[in-house]
């Protein structure tokens, strides 16, 4: 798996800049926090470096793209969205996993995977229940599960402690662990860096439209524990 | 209203007797609304998702348009297709004044601006992280539209029954496209019509029984249908 690089982001409504020629490196294996306050376009460049917004301007290498929407297609190939707040379809959670499956399965190999999906999340004893009655914690697990079924080498993840309770955030991080150990590259915005003190040390700053090395990651953690 | 008790009394006689006449009225009226139904759902649909889902210049006329043809009348829709399929007129070639197939296409006329406008405002109040689920969850727009159509299907399906309502009560462009023959074009509404003006109200008493029920069967499937569905409302979890 390559890394992702990403060049010259820029993004556009009108006369309004929400960022300008941002570059960025995602490598399998590794996660980088992307901290910003509230507003300042976390999760519009989130979706950019998704695909599912196509950028105003943006260059991909290996391989090589920049008309943005055929970068948007590939950036949907290769990289999975997790919104702060899943969404959940109608029907079970198995209903819910089978979306993430890539077609052209056999029935055997798609059983197996869906069950695997449920251990890994741990969701086993919920695959009947109804998607859209999980609580926050379970659902943050059921996105999870499809994004791991995805397949996806890169996860993007927007603000995915926000809302849990210590207990769903722990067991949301040994996920994230498990994603890691896998081989994914992760990418996680929150305005929480503290939430993920494994994770903290390579920490992206995203302000006034620029992006930067975040400041208090270089910093001892433990100066950021007594702040 | 003595009058009214006995025309219902025989009424109720005509519909348990099975009638022959009575039921090749309800039988014509079927047949042209199932039929305009279908031909009017899967391009009212489609023209709903793309006005919710798509961007494209014209796309709020558009959806003005078909808001305003919600409320025209069906007289209006049987005189505009009335002139055009009329011998003289530009469609006068096909023959199809005072046919079945001319009942269809004025129905479908009635039936399309219901299930699309419908339609549209169910799809419109879908969340915007469904699309986006979908899409990342590698659905190309065609599967992601369907998967969304699929979270407000009940909706969608009291929009094509709506529309039925619509188009198998409406008597205005059935009379003036059908022509009201007996045996062929006659149908429930055209037939009631007919009958009250000639002093005969059993027979429209009865039809109108068919129609009441009708609408009450189908009123009462969607509303079982929904109840089974209901759940806790997403912002209580």
């Known amino acids: 798996m390559s890394a992702l690089q990403l060049r010259d982001i820029t993004l556009r409504y009108g006369a309004r800049s929400l960022f300008e020629g941002l570059d960025?490196?995602?490598?399998?294996?590794?996660?980088?926090?992307?901290?910003?306050?509230?507003?300042?376009?976390?999760?519009?460049?989130?979706?950019?470096?998704?695909?599912?917004?196509?950028?105003?301007?943006?260059?991909?290498?290996?391989?090589?793209?920049?008309?943005?929407?055929?970068?948007?297609?590939?950036?949907?190939?290769?990289?999975?969205?997790?919104?702060?707040?899943?969404?959940?379809?109608?029907?079970?959670?198995?209903?819910?996993?089978?979306?993430?499956?890539?077609?052209?399965?056999?029935?055997?190999?798609?059983?197996?995977?869906?069950?695997?999906?449920?251990?890994?999340?741990?969701?086993?004893?919920?695959?009947?229940?109804?998607?859209?009655?999980?609580?926050?914690?379970?659902?943050?697990?059921l996105a999870l599960a499809r994004a791991w079924l995805r397949g996806t080498p890169f996860l993007l993840l927007d603000e995915p402690t926000a809302n849990l309770d210590a207990a769903a955030r722990a067991r949301m991080l040994a996920l994230l662990d498990a994603l890691l150990a896998d081989g994914r590259g992760l990418l996680i915005a929150t305005h929480d860096p503290q939430h993920f003190p494994a994770f903290g040390r390579d920490r992206l700053r995203l302000a006034g439209g620029r992006l930067g090395l975040d400041r208090a990651a270089a910093a001892p953690a433990a100066a950021q524990e007594a702040g | 209203m003595e009058r009214l008790s006995e025309a219902t009394l025989h009424a109720l006689q005509l519909l348990l007797s099975g009638d022959p006449a009575l039921w090749d009225i309800v039988g014509v009226s079927f047949r042209v609304s199932v039929t305009a139904l279908l031909l009017a759902t899967p391009p009212a649909l489609l023209l709903a998702a793309l006005l919710a889902f798509a961007r494209f210049p014209g796309r709020r006329l558009l959806v003005s348009l078909f808001n305003t043809l919600l409320a025209v009348p069906a007289v209006v829709v049987g005189l505009t297709f009335y002139l055009l399929l009329s011998r003289a007129g530009p469609l006068g070639e096909w023959r199809l004044l005072f046919t079945q197939s001319a009942m269809v296409i004025g129905q479908i006329s009635l039936a399309l601006p219901i299930v699309v406008a419908m339609a549209h405002s169910a799809l419109q109040e879908i969340d915007p992280r469904a699309w986006e689920t979908a899409r990342?969850?590698?659905?190309?727009?065609?599967?992601?539209?369907?998967?969304?159509?699929?979270?407000?299907?009940?909706?969608?399906?009291?929009?094509?029954?709506?529309a039925f309502g619509r188009i198998i009560a409406e008597v205005g462009s059935a009379m003036m496209l059908g022509g009201n023959i007996l045996g062929y074009t006659r149908n429930i509404t055209t037939a009631i019509a007919l009958e009250t003006s000639k002093g005969a109200y059993a027979q429209g008493i009865a039809l109108g029984m068919v129609l009441l029920l009708l609408a009450f069967t189908l009123n009462a499937g969607l509303h079982w249908m929904q109840g089974r569905s209901r759940l806790q409302p997403e912002y209580l979890t």
């Open chain 2, 136 to 162: 990342t969850l590698g659905a190309g727009p065609l599967r992601a539209a369907a998967l969304l159509m699929g979270e407000v299907r009940y909706a969608l399906l009291a929009s094509v029954i709506a």
């Open chain 1, 24 to 141: 960025l490196d995602l490598h399998p294996g590794r996660c980088r926090l992307l901290c910003g306050d509230n507003g300042a376009g976390k999760s519009s460049l989130l979706r950019v470096i998704a695909g599912l917004q196509p950028a105003t301007r943006i260059r991909l290498l290996d391989p090589p793209e920049q008309r943005p929407r055929r970068a948007a297609r590939q950036l949907r190939r290769r990289v999975t969205y997790l919104h702060q707040h899943p969404y959940a379809f109608r029907g079970s959670v198995l209903a819910n996993l089978r979306l993430a499956l890539p077609r052209g399965l056999g029935r055997a190999t798609r059983r197996a995977r869906l069950d695997e999906a449920l251990r890994w999340a741990g969701i086993e004893h919920l695959a009947r229940a109804e998607a859209i009655r999980l609580s926050g914690g379970e659902r943050q697990r």
